[in-house]
């Protein structure tokens, strides 16, 4: 070894020993209550340098630190805090901590002249506040542990076996860990790199940010924050005392929800005096499946700046017998922020100073906040008064003794108006969530996580890990999955890089079906995949059948290549022989109609046949602009029953011919003739939200409806094609959410064929409808409910409406025994005007999700001004079936 490479590797262990000894000091110890029970996930924070750590569920904690003197912060909710300076050398140093039981006070005046509560006040303040600390802090980044710890505490004796098979065991830890580094900026821009994670079952939680960007100061999920503009519709608060910290008074307030309902919390949140921003959070989310406790802590990164440290969710699972507990904490520390330089935070801060002393503690004046001196990271700007009109009047909102509901919103209104007026016009791209994986990540050292885990692990998850190796070594020597047993049941190949193939097996629905047109059916399907450079991506599917009563071979192929991924660029080549529906897209799923033919006799389902070719193509002319083209040339023939098979017939049913009931052509049977038809439709949505996923766009949302235009037309000669129609279609389509109202949803569709002259079946305007039978498939907002399939096909004007308004309480919701469920309800209403019928009209009431399964709706409709019928069905949207019985 020569000289120079002797020096590099002296220099290596150098600074190897010199990083090692950086970390190999701070403090470690147990937090315990004063009966010497543990506090579980109590946080130790320390504000000078933004670093901290939570302790574990038996309470244990360690906090690595360089040599120094520190001001130590142990807290946790419902005890005092405690701050302690500790003076850390070589080694760790042992810190036992006994936190006392919180005691509050009320103040002394507890209710106002008016017999409101004094917590009114309090969240007035707090609420009207709200959209300043929402964008107080326009960047920051932070580095997260997360863990998650669960344990199945039931496991149902029925599934027990399947389950242990799969390694999972009651009693039983599965652990995830996960360090990453954050980085987040206004108004939803988010980047997180993943340095390492590991799990102890087959999954491995990569993003911590749906936990520690959870805040309070907004609704998440629909769940309603009691800081919401609308928390005084759904929430009634109570002062149940205050406390003081650090010369600060901490008021703890009671959220009491007016009514029961999965969209609301219930507990207790912190608020400070003064600053009116959040403390600490202590909150159940109670919906029938699951419930949410949620406990946050916020500590100083910065002055006048308060982020949650901390955060602790305790989740209890009951589903049809089995339970399941859940522990989730996520510890923040080494916050580096970024005031909102378009807030001219001076402003915000001096007003919060003069507020009022109305509902202090006896004997206390409330603590003011940080002198200017002691802000280095604010920019302090030379005037504080008002400089706009928006300013002077919330100058004039927040110098009020107090504030009515009114002029609470309006004080929240101007604040949200004011962080807008210096933004730019927001961008379409919503770069919510951006994740990078170091190569490294999965593959970290016991001792590597032993050195960076800032939170000790329990026995009970250690041993998890450990179950987890061993169980890795067994399943190393498990034979891989038989390629026979691939044939059979179906299975993925993998062929080569970016390359595979999936095939549906032998078992199954989709390997066999029934009509009675074809009789049995046996068929194959194959489906290649190839993911190119750039998102770019091939497929192509081959589905080969054979018809046993009519003995008869049938094959297609449909290919899709999507070039230019961005633009949503795709190209689409299909032939082939099929059996096929008149209604195509529109008409009835198979799987139904097999069901129905077989059990009930009933053959709802029509079907011709026809060898085709096909191209289309679509892409974004402009963003929000599509434009889709579409040529195909198909010979089609009409077919007959050749099949009378059932199983079951309870209704003494019979079989009907292979004619659609097309009202005035119930009789006509299609003749054999080719066909080539042209489609064009253009579509346009204003301002289309979008994220960008690798190279491919993927479309959001819009505050506008989309508007479309769509032709057909069938052109006579070409390849001795005998169709020859023109059609034209407009159609607008929006669904938009009203706050605390619902969501609403209306499709409107105006068409004419300006052309019928050669028009055949399957050229016309298939109507979305039912049928008579007792299950259909499923139910989207533009479908009607009762209509008799094929019967109401357009061949001249026609004018189809559908208008839905869905949610969560609005008629059964209100009992307080399903208050708390997930179902839920809608109403909705439905139009259809042709030339040749009477203007069809339907309403209609449902319950969704009943049982995370089932789908109810009742119906009412009318032809003309004259009542048709009343009517409810009952769907199962896992299997798209529908069950309807006409009353």
Not at 285 to 310: C, H, K, T
């Amino acid at each position: 070894m020569n000289v120079s490479s002797s020096l590099k590797l002296i220099f290596f262990f150098c600074v190897l020993f010199v990083h090692l000894s950086a970390f190999s000091a701070g403090i470690r110890g147990t937090i315990t209550n004063p009966e010497g029970e543990a506090v579980p996930f109590a946080t130790v924070y320390i504000a000078e340098i933004h670093r901290g750590t939570t302790a574990n569920f038996d309470g244990h904690y360690e906090l690595q630190l360089n040599k120094g003197n520190y001001e130590v912060r142990f807290q946790y909710l419902g005890y005092q805090t405690q701050v302690l300076q500790i003076t850390v050398g070589e080694d760790f140093k042992e810190v036992n901590i006994v936190l006392e039981e919180q005691q509050y006070a009320l103040p002394e005046v507890v209710v106002t002249a008016s017999g409101e509560d004094p917590a009114y006040y309090i969240m007035r303040r707090a609420i009207g506040l709200r959209e300043y600390y929402l964008n107080q802090v326009s960047e920051y980044s932070s580095r997260v542990y997360l863990k998650g710890t669960g344990v199945l505490t039931k496991i149902p004796a029925l599934v027990r076996r399947q389950m242990e098979r799969e390694g999972i065991e009651q009693d039983r830890y599965f652990v995830s860990e996960t360090i990453s580094e954050i980085q987040f900026s206004l108004p939803n821009n988010l980047e997180t790199r993943v340095l390492s994670t590991r799990s102890s079952g087959s999954d491995n939680q990569t993003s911590p940010m749906m936990f520690v960007s959870m805040s309070l100061y907004r609704d998440i999920n629909g769940i309603i924050s009691p800081l919401s503009r609308s928390a005084f519709q759904v929430y009634r608060f109570e002062l149940a005392g205050a406390f003081m910290e650090n010369g600060h008074q901490v008021n703890r307030i009671k959220v009491i929800p007016r009514r029961n309902g999965p969209d609301l919390y219930s507990g207790y949140i912190f608020i400070k005096d003064g600053s009116w921003s959040l403390h600490s959070v202590d909150l159940t989310v109670e919906q029938s499946l699951f419930s949410i406790g949620i406990r946050q802590q916020y500590n100083p990164v910065a002055d006048n700046v308060w982020m949650p440290v901390s955060h602790d969710f305790d989740i209890e699972v009951s589903v049809m017998g089995l339970e399941l507990n859940y522990k989730y904490m996520a510890s923040v520390s080494d916050y580096s922020i970024t005031l909102n330089p378009d807030l001219n935070h001076e402003f915000y801060v001096e007003r919060m100073k003069d507020g009022s002393d109305l509902f202090l503690l006896q004997g206390q004046r409330a603590g003011t906040l940080e002198s200017r001196e002691d802000r280095p990271e604010i920019a302090i700007r030379q005037s504080l008064q008002p400089q706009t009109r928006r300013q002077q009047r919330i100058d004039e909102l927040m110098a009020k003794q107090d504030l009515t509901n009114r002029e609470m919103r309006t004080l929240n209104r101007l604040i949200r108006r004011e962080t807008k007026a210096a933004t730019p016009r927001p961008s379409l791209e919503i770069r919510e969530f951006s994740m990078e994986i170091d190569d490294s990540a999965r593959v970290r050292t016991a001792d590597y996580w032993q050195h960076n885990r800032p939170v000790p692990l329990t026995p009970e998850e250690l041993e998890s890990f450990q179950e987890q190796e061993d169980g890795d070594d067994e399943e190393k020597e498990e034979p891989k999955r038989s390629l026979l047993r691939k044939m059979v049941f179906g299975g993925r190949y993998d062929l080569a890089e970016n390359w595979h193939l999936r095939q549906n097996g032998f078992v199954g629905l989709s390997a066999w079906d029934f009509n009675t047109v074809d009789g049995l059916v046996m068929s194959q399907r194959l489906n290649l995949v190839h993911n190119a450079p750039g998102d770019r991506r091939f497929t192509a599917t081959g589905n080969a059948s054979w018809a046993f009563s009519r003995e008869r071979f049938n094959a297609h192929v449909t290919t899709n290549y999507l070039y230019h991924p961005f633009k949503r660029a795709s190209v689409n080549l299909a032939a082939g022989r099929s059996t096929t529906d008149f209604a195509t897209q529109q008409g009835l799923d198979p799987t139904i109609n097999a069901f129905a033919s077989l059990f009930f006799k009933l053959n709802p389902l029509k079907l011709y046949e026809k060898d085709f070719i096909r191209a289309s193509h679509r892409f974004d002319l402009l963003h929000g602009l599509v434009l889709q083209t579409t040529a195909d040339y198909s010979i089609r023939r009409p077919l007959q029953n050749n099949s009378d098979f059932h199983i079951t017939n309870p209704g003494d049913n019979e079989y009907t011919s292979n004619i659609p009931a097309i009202s005035g052509w119930e009789a006509m049977e299609m003749p054999a003739h080719n066909s080539f038809t042209l489609e064009g439709k253009l579509s346009y949505t204003h301002r289309h939200y979008y994220m960008r996923r690798g190279q491919s766009k993927v479309m959001m949302y819009s505050n506008y409806p989309t508007l479309s235009l769509q032709y057909r037309e069938g052109i006579k000669g070409v390849l001795e094609s005998e169709t020859r129609f023109r059609q034209l279609e407009l159609g607008i389509n929006q669904s938009f959410n009203v706050r605390l109202v619902g969501n609403f949803s209306y499709d409107l569709r105006a068409g004419k064929f300006v052309n019928k002259d050669v028009l055949y079946t399957p050229d016309f305007k298939h109507i979305a409808t039912s049928h008579d039978f007792i299950f259909m498939d499923g139910s989207p907002i533009n479908r009607f409910r009762t209509l008799d399939l094929y019967r109401y096909n357009a061949s001249d004007e026609y004018f189809q409406g559908h208008l839905q308004y869905e949610h969560a309480r609005i008629l059964v919701k209100r009992l307080p025994w399903l208050s708390r469920t997930l179902m839920r309800e809608k109403l909705f209403f439905n139009a259809l005007a042709l030339p040749s019928e009477k203007p069809y009209f339907e309403a209609g009431y449902g319950l969704s999700q009943i049982f995370l399964l089932l789908n109810v709706e009742v119906v009412t409709g009318w032809r003309g001004s004259k009542h048709d019928y009343t009517g409810f069905r009952i769907s199962l949207p896992v299997s798209s079936g529908e069950a309807q019985v006409r009353l």
